[in-house]
């Protein structure tokens, strides 16, 4: 019953972005949707149990990391009206209307977000009440991935603001090709371990299994390609001396 109501409302929670999308005309939006909606559905499944100081803690840390990403998203996109050339390139394939394409496609991503929200359903049917060992360690494996996501991404800005149209590829860059997805889902992986301590809690790892495929298979290959297309051999040259996802802690100095 639990997974029908979480249904209905992750799918009434991305018609509202789409409204969004349709009131806006950028359909970036649904990045901003993708947080919020994460956020909305371990709320859901948290407060669905009766109340704990630890579903309290672990929710506070829920909206640390959604607020955080939400607002990031909205400041550097929604709010100077930018649009992912993402979306552009994939809606000109599409032989529907770009409005119920959209609405599709908002609607996947809903479906997704009800898949990689699984750790917060696991997390809220735990019997604990206090924090045990494995919480402590997922928190502060969560903490530390949060602010190094949040510290590629002001570099990344940073860089940008100073160097219009040049390749971002010092700090965390330097390590990886796309570290703000690396912390990301690090966090996610943070998020399942706090549902191992009942023995079903496994289930809870295909959701950062799921974000890696989406990372590394989908969102990372579209984003490189429209990279190589701005920047060219540059970009080609940092395809094959930084990894994609893994950050390279070591490189040798020619």
Known sequence: MIFFLALGLIFLHMCLIWAWYLYRGNPSVVDVGWASGLTLMGFFYLYSQPLSYRSIVLSILLLFWGGRLGFYLW?????????????????????????LGFLLNFQLQGLLILIISLPWYFVSIVGNQQLGWLDYFAITLALISI????TADHQLQTFKKHHPGKLCNTGLWRL?????????WLTWCSFAILALTIPTGWLALVSPLLLYVIMTRITG??????????????????????????????????
């Open 75 to 99: 400041l550097t996109r929604i709010r100077q009206g930018k649009i992912d050339q993402r979306y552009i390139s994939l809606s000109e394939k599409w032989k529907m209307n770009k409005p």
């Open 147 to 150: 602010i190094l996501e949040s």
């Open 176 to 184: 990886s090709r796309h570290p703000n997805y690396f912390f990301e």
């Open 221 to 254: 290959p579209m984003t490189e390609a429209q990279s190589i297309k701005s920047k060219g051999k540059t970009y080609l040259e940092y395809q094959q001396n930084t990894p994609m996802f893994f950050p390279r802690l070591f490189r040798k100095h020619k």
